[in-house]
C-alpha cells in the first residue's frame, strides 16, 4: 500500500501537483469565484443581456478555447522534460469548470446564465493579469487564452449586452438584426461543399509545410511525400471528431446539424493546433 501511495505521489510530482500547487491552485479558484459572484451581481443590476445568436456563439467559441488551452496543457506535461512547461495542470479543474459552464451557455441561452458565463470569464482575466504582473506561473498559452476571451467578451458586449439606462431610453427593446428575415433556408446536407474541401485541403497543406519548416527544414527540402500525409492525417482526425456529433445529432433529431461547416472548421482548427503544438514541444525537448 505505501509503495503505492508513493508511485501516486511520484507520479503526481513529476507532472506539479504537489501540496504546495493545489493550495495555490485553491486560492485561485477561490478568487475567481469571489470576483465572479461581485461581477454577476453588477451585472444582474445594471445590465440587460439579449440572448441571441452571438451568445450561443459565445459559448461555442469560449468552450473551444478553453479545450485548446487544456491540450495545451496535457501536450506540454507529457512531452517536455519535467520543470520545463508553462502551464500547470492544478489549473485544469478551474478550465474544466469555465468549460462546463460556457457549454452550458452554449446549450441554453438564458440571461442569467450568459451573464454568469461572462463574469466568470471577467474574473478569470483579472485573475490572469494580477498573477501575471505578481509571479511567474503565466505563460505564453494563458496570456493567449485571456486576450482572445477578452476579444469575445468584447463581442458579446457589442453585440447582446446594453445598459439598464441604454435599455430604458431605447427607441426600441429589440435589438437591430443583419438577418433576412424571409430569407429562403437551403435543406442542410451531410457533407461539405466543394469550395469547403478546397479550402480544407489548402489549409491542411500549408499547415503542414509550416510544421515542416517548424521541425528545422529547409523549404526546397520539404519531402512533398511528408507534406501529404501530414495533411491527409490532419484532414482524416478532422472528419473523424466531426463525424461523432454531427452522427449523434441526427440519432436524436433525424436530422443533419444545421451548423456542420463550423463545427467542422472549429474542429480542425483544434487538431491543427494540436499538430502545430506538438511540433514545437518536439523541438524543444
Known amino acids: 500500500m505505501s509503495t503505492l501511495t508513493g508511485a501516486l505521489s511520484g507520479f503526481l510530482a513529476s507532472r506539479g501537483l504537489d501540496l504546495a500547487s493545489l493550495g495555490g491552485a485553491y486560492l485561485v479558484v477561490l478568487a475567481t469565484v469571489m470576483l465572479t459572484a461581485g461581477a454577476f451581481v453588477a451585472a444582474r443590476h445594471y445590465l440587460v443581456i439579449s440572448p441571441n445568436r452571438w451568445t450561443r456563439d459565445h459559448g461555442v467559441y469560449v468552450s473551444w478555447l478553453l479545450a485548446t488551452l487544456l491540450i495545451a496543457t496535457v501536450l506540454e506535461n507529457e512531452t517536455l522534460p519535467h520543470g520545463n512547461a508553462t502551464t500547470h495542470y492544478a489549473a485544469v479543474p478551474q478550465l474544466l469548470l469555465l468549460l462546463g459552464l460556457n457549454a452550458w451557455i452554449w446549450k441554453r441561452q438564458e440571461p442569467w446564465l450568459v451573464a454568469l458565463g461572462a463574469a466568470a470569464g471577467a474574473a478569470t482575466i483579472v485573475v490572469t493579469v494580477v498573477l501575471a504582473l505578481v509571479t511567474k506561473l503565466i505563460g505564453a498559452a494563458y496570456v493567449a487564452t485571456a486576450l482572445v476571451l477578452t476579444a469575445l467578451l468584447v463581442l458579446l458586449w457589442l453585440k447582446a449586452v446594453s445598459t439598464k439606462s441604454a435599455f430604458m431610453h431605447a427607441d426600441t427593446i429589440y435589438i ?53 500525409g501530414e495533411a491527409l492525417l490532419l484532414l482524416g482526425v478532422t472528419v473523424v471528431v466531426s463525424a461523432v456529433p454531427a452522427a449523434t445529432y441526427w440519432l436524436l433529431r433525424k436530422s443533419w446539424m444545421p451548423e456542420l461547416t463550423r463545427l467542422v472548421w472549429l474542429a480542425w482548427m483544434v487538431i491543427g493546433f494540436a499538430f502545430t503544438y506538438g511540433n514545437y514541444l518536439s523541438r524543444l525537448a
Open 176 to 228: 437591430a438584426s443583419k438577418e433576412t428575415l424571409d430569407a429562403v433556408v437551403a435543406p442542410q446536407k451531410p457533407w461539405l461543399g466543394l469550395p469547403q474541401w478546397v479550402a480544407l485541403i489548402a489549409a491542411s497543406v500549408g499547415l503542414a509545410v509550416g510544421n515542416s519548416l517548424l521541425r528545422g527544414a529547409a523549404l526546397e527540402q520539404i519531402p512533398a511525400a511528408e507534406v501529404a
